[in-house]
């Protein structure tokens, strides 16, 4: 009976460990990351200018920070040109401009650019533009790191660990405060860890907010100009503003742990304890996309209420784990005691009944395998527990559920990104996936449902009627007969009750499980650009190109991390007759790449014309020609192929108009 118990605690443990490892990929499960992207430029990518502007002007989906490094301007020979400083157009905070020197001479410039996206995630990109005419070759240029992966690694940890700990803390105080469970004991240690993982992860994010803003490594993070720059910005003094929150956490979580179990909340901590929660939400709000955009005051609402009610119901679900382990490890001992040997041997407990009259001695038979031991008084105040936060978790599901529209609504923007961009695609499964996980919390809130009626009729769970001890009472004193059976039945274990409670715990952790795949989706959601800012971005793609020339930007993906981007092909002049060719290939970060191979064919198929073969060679740092020869105006079909490795390749078509 010893090792039983000793396997049952480590279950325990295993379990509480895996419930903390799920909430630790709790970051995708704050507001989808929407960021910015790139809406237009002046000069737009691929222009020839006949003489420089003298400034360069970019326009972005959403507002920007701007970094002391947020425009690196290279001459044709890759050189860097010494820029002014960065800074926001009049009135715009999503656009930002920067001058540079006169006198540029002619050729092919490169500009790369770094801004931090309202959402707090950096943004890169590079495009070209020309003085006078092209450069007949490009200089390879490296336009700075687009991220370090040792600093994006750690604070995607950081921030990952951050949304688990506070859906951890939140969910088991909650849980505690207004669940009331027997024991508080078994949940002081998720409390603590909850609050100790939140300390940390926040230290951690302060620490690399400066490098991964910069794309550099995480030793760049003393810098003193970094760190002034992260302490005055908004995401730095949300973390700051998290830090201070901590403080009056730990008191509130030290007068819960002296708080008795039977104790009813008073309204003054339940109100502490909603403040700091709703303040220690806005830390994420105020700094994520919510923050900026359309409708930000109901979209910072939707993302609190977002927020609170997944650590409600996901860390609530935790700290329901650990009471129920808890009571499932302490059964052997005070629900079933030791059996007489035999086969079917039966025990007589001797109960004292008193009366007006006198003490009066029962023998009562008890079944083998039961315990002699009355069942604990901590069942019905575990079933009520239990029944509370099925409540709860319902009404924080319906929260979930009604955030979770209205920001995929704003997400999206229309009907047709829900198919046509990757973000939608991915949310339909994601949907799928909870839709799943909805019914599995449907069919833990019906084994509730049964618990609390098992308390009041043992055999419910059994799909019984409430059944008579078996044997019958063999009482020293005739006029005690009729005690017997109340006697029994009070000292009987009711298996029923245990059964709820077991199937109960299973359905808790299959909800888990499910609850792993959302987090999944999610998590891939958060490094998606929303189908909103997508669609915005593919209108406003800059078209104009080389004046009296054809500019087609074709998106591509083989499948594979890291396999996609866009190419963006200039037909000059793109009418009937000669045409030169300039390719220019564009990674996942938005900036130049170099491909080993890139084909471009191009048919009229009303004429059953083509495909005739563009014959593109490799530039140094763009395909081109200068010899297709498109015979006849009409809808041709462009087709091209990118092969990024030496096995992975794609073809993609666009159709384009050659007029006469």
Known sequence: MRRVRVRRRRLGKLTLLGAVLVLLLLGGAGPASAHAALRGADPADGTVLKTASGTITLAFTESVSLLDDSFRLFDPEGRRVRTGEPQHAPGRPDTAQVAFPEGLGEGTFTVAWRVVSADSHPVSGAFTFSVGKPSPTMAAIDTGPSENPT????????RYTAYGAAALLIGTAAFALLCRPPHAGPLRKPLVAGWW???ASTLALLVLRAPYETGTGPASAFDPAAVSRTLTGRPGLMLLARLALLAPTAVLLVRLSRRRPEEKASRATLTAGAALALALALTWAGSEHASAGIQVPVAMTSSVLHLLAMAVWLGGLTALLTTLQHVAADEPEAGRGTSAPGPKAKTAVTVASGGSGGGTTVAVPVAEGTSAVAPSADGPALTAAVARFSRIAFGAVTVLVVTGVYQSWRGLGSWTTLTD??????????????????????????????LVTADAGPDVCDGKAPAVPDGKARAEDPGTKASAPASASALAPS???????RALRGSVLAEVAVGIAVLVFTTVLAGTLPGRAAAEAARATPGAGVPGASVTVIPFDVGTPGGHGKVQITLEPGRVGQNAVEAVVYGPDGGLTIVPELRLSLSLPAQKIGPIDAGLTNRGGYWGTDSLNLPIAGTW?????????????????????IPR
Request: aromatic content about 4%; charged content about 25%.
């Open 495 to 501: 298996p029923a009750p245990d059964a709820c409670r």
């Open 197 to 199: 993982a939140l300390l």
């Open 637 to 657: 079909t462009m087709k091209a192929t990118v092969r990024v490795s030496e096995i992975d390749q794609v073809s993609v078509e666009r159709k384009v108009q």
């Open 421 to 450: 961009t990757a973000y939608g695609r991915l949310l339909l499964v994601k949907l799928v996936v909870v839709a799943l996980l909805l019914a599995v919390a449907a069919r833990s809130r019906r084994w509730t449902a049964r």
């Open 151 to 158: 600093t994006r690694g750690l604070y995607d940890l950081a």
